[in-house]
DNA sequence: CCGGATCCCACGCGATACTG
DNA sequence: CAGTATCGCGTGGGATCCGG
């Protein structure tokens, strides 16, 4: 649990499989989509993602070259789930910051 | 998005509401559910989530003082989808594993 | 185009001590 | 019992430069 607590809970790894939720996609495209995170932050996290096999990476033999990522079977189950969070954090939010701001009112001193 | 994943993506949050989830404990009980907990770390995580509005903090006036904590309904939507993770890391854990060798052993150099 | 290597700092978090 | 206060460090991650 821990274990994919940390995959996921990272600052870039669920905006990285979100991303590659629908298409497959090269290093400089994923770095387009996903504005912010930069060239060390997206090869580490793609790197991770390879690894725990939620993602592969294919190089092909061109010049230049071009390396593309997609999802695995795996990878696809896991953003599933994400998608469930994501939509409860839509539906909800309203709800939280409601809550924040009667708090932070309250404690206000 | 974010908002979300910074609550239950940091180290102890989940661990919490995990808690929570069947019983309504004590600041100590819950120090004593959640192995490896500091008192600081307790105090800062509660009090995220009783500012988010995801449990509740009621302080009971009697000597010694008793606080418990509960969850809200909002908390306890959250918790279900955590369940959810949860069982896509019990299932799927033993891949991950076994994909994580076989990339240390294929970039071993 | 797709990275690897370094440098560096903010801050998350643990350890410890103190209080109503 | 249920916290607060303070200190110190480990490290996640940004900026920058280099290389095949």
């Given at each position: 649990m821990r274990d994919?607590?940390?995959?996921?809970?990272?600052?870039?790894?669920?905006?990285?499989?979100?991303t590659l939720r629908a298409e497959r996609l090269r290093f400089t495209e994923?770095?387009?989509?996903?504005?912010?995170?930069s060239q060390r932050m997206?090869?580490?996290?793609?790197?991770?993602?390879e690894?725990?096999?939620?993602?592969?990476?294919t190089v092909h033999a061109e010049v230049p070259p071009r390396v593309e990522y997609e999802?695995?079977?795996l990878g696809g189950t896991?953003?599933?789930?994400?998608?469930a969070l994501a939509d409860w954090?839509?539906?909800?939010?309203p709800r939280i910051e409601a809550s924040r701001?009667?708090?932070?009112?309250?404690?206000a001193r």
């Open positions: 994919v607590l940390d995959r996921i809970g990272d600052k870039w790894s669920l905006l990285v499989v979100g994923l770095q387009r989509h996903i504005p912010g995170i997206l090869t580490l996290t793609l790197r991770q993602l690894r725990d096999g939620l993602i592969t990476r999802l695995t079977p896991l953003v599933e789930l994400a998608m954090a839509i539906q909800n939010h701001d009667a708090y932070d009112a309250a404690h």
